[in-house]
């Protein structure tokens, strides 16, 4: 089993970053992927960002070259570095896990971006 545990939201003004971490736990397979989704009021759970162990990465065409999907695979730690945010950007972040094993998610963190 594996468990994980997001940090990092918050409030932020239109134009700001911030850094959202995940911290995992458990069964680690030595091939996954990490991925970062989000969902606002009233939409659906979204891909933002995923990242493999082979060093593989991409990015929803709305976050394309704001953000940034990170790994320290030595700390089971994940990061998803937010720039130049913008109001609808703002919802709750989700960190996944997902190996040929298991599947896990986090308890997600908000991010709300205004002014």
């Known amino acids: 089993q594996v468990q994980l545990v997001e940090s990092g939201g918050g409030l932020v003004q239109p134009g700001g970053s911030l850094r959202l971490s995940c911290a995992a736990s458990g069964s680690i397979a030595t091939i996954n992927t990490i991925a970062w989704y989000r969902q606002a009021p009233g939409n659906q759970r979204e891909l933002v960002a995923a990242s493999t162990t082979a060093g593989y990465t991409m990015y929803a065409d709305s976050v394309k070259g704001r953000f940034t999907i990170s790994r320290d695979n030595a700390k089971k730690t994940a990061f998803l570095q937010m720039n130049s945010l913008k109001p609808e950007d703002t919802a709750v972040y989700y960190c996944?896990?997902?190996?040929?094993?298991?599947?896990?998610w986090g308890q997600g963190t908000q991010v709300t971006v205004s002014s």
């Open positions: 996944n896990y997902n190996s040929s094993r298991n599947t896990a």
